[in-house]
């Protein structure tokens, strides 16, 4: 039903988003899809407005973020919105 990525080493919050994680992303799309599942593809550590788009491009379709909404430095509600404002795909 689901599959998750961590795009951080998983054990604590607040770490930096790991761009290599791309490419892992992108081959789990492509074998979601080839294999024609509704399985959700999830993206999970420091996902933040500058760099969400790049794991929607890649393929994300749940995103998971705790300090891209809770450290932004302004209010939940504006940092919500600026994720899924920078999540759309271009």
Known sequence: DLVLVMTVNPGFG???????????????RQMIDEAGLKTELEVDGGLKGNNVQLAVEAGARVIVSGSGVYDAGMSIADAVSLLKKNA???
């Open 14 to 28: 607040w770490q930096k988003f790991i761009p290599s994680m791309l490419g892992k992303i992108r081959k789990l």
């Open 88 to 90: 759309l795909p271009t």
